[in-house]
Nanobody, 123 residues
Framework: QVHLVESGGGLVQAGGSLRLSCAVSGRTDSTYYAGWFRQPPGKEREFVAG????????EYAASAKGRFTISRDNAKNMVYLQMNNLKPEDTAVYYCNIHGSWARVVSGLLDSWGQGTQVTVSS
């Protein structure tokens, strides 16, 4: 069973940066797509960024383009999200998840969510 542990969140001022990490366990291979998602207070969870298993393909939500960078290290079973120029509207609990289907990752129709990591951006 896949186990996901997110870390790296915290409180940061607007304009600051954070790097989120996601440790993936329970998989014997790295041929999965991975994504980052977030759930702002009082709102639904939304897709932020996705990455193919080879890292050749990435996709970002409009709100993340130009500021966030998703990456992965298959040797370490880690997925990362570098977030720069953070804004108060980026405040949310951030989650990662994986799936063998790119469509499932982008749509967020996934199971077995981790605890997430809280990101709070002050103005």
């Amino acid at each position: 069973q896949v186990h996901l542990v997110e870390s790296g969140g915290g409180l940061v001022q607007a304009g600051g940066s954070l790097r989120l990490s996601c440790a993936v366990s329970g998989r014997t291979d790295s041929t999965y797509y991975a994504g980052w998602f977030r759930q702002p207070p009082g709102k639904e969870r939304e897709f932020v960024a996705g990455i193919s298993w080879s890292s050749e393909g990435t996709e970002y939500a409009a709100s993340a383009k130009g500021r966030f960078t998703i990456s992965r290290d298959n040797a370490k079973n880690m997925v990362y999200l570098q977030m720069n120029n953070l804004k108060p509207e980026d405040t949310a609990v951030y989650y990662c998840n994986i799936h063998g289907s790119w469509a499932r990752v982008v749509s967020g129709l996934l199971d077995s969510w981790g605890q997430g990591t809280q990101v709070t951006v002050s103005s």
